[in-house]
């Protein structure tokens, strides 16, 4: 059982930047790393994805203002978040599988789950 925590949500203002982190219990080099989201009353939707290879995909309503990376800490990857909008407020997740390239947007595609952590962007 893979387990995954995320940290380093909170509140920040529209415009403004946030670092979240996802810490792996297994060798993110067995895994791909994706992020999603989640808006009150929405669907939880994909953000990003970290490939075994270290190829990166992104949404497109976040494409030039987040990076995925693997950070320096062992076994944790960060997602960058700049130039924030209203519409970034969600509860965000990170999630593993081995995934095929096709699917990487669908959440039933990734096996492990982290518990959350919230973003709210105010003005």
């Known amino acids: 059982q893979v387990q995954l925590v995320e940290s380093g949500g909170g509140s920040v203002q529209v415009g403004g930047s946030l670092r979240l982190s996802c810490a792996v219990s297994?060798?993110?080099?067995?895994?791909?790393i994706g992020w999603f989201r989640q808006a009150p009353g929405k669907e939880r939707e994909f953000v990003g994805v970290?490939?075994?290879?270290?190829?990166?995909y992104y949404a497109d309503s976040v494409k030039g203002r987040f990076t995925i990376s693997r950070s320096s800490t062992k076994d944790t990857v960060d997602l960058q978040m700049n130039s924030l909008t209203f519409e970034d407020t969600g509860l965000y997740y990170c999630?593993?599988?081995?995934?095929?390239?096709?699917?990487?947007?669908?959440?039933?595609?990734?096996?492990?789950w982290g518990q959350g952590t919230q973003v709210t962007v105010s003005s």
């Open positions: 999630a593993a599988g081995t995934i095929m390239l096709s699917t990487r947007e669908r959440t039933e595609t990734y096996r492990y």
């Open positions: 297994a060798p993110i080099s067995s895994y791909d």
């Open positions: 970290l490939r075994r290879n270290n190829a990166k």
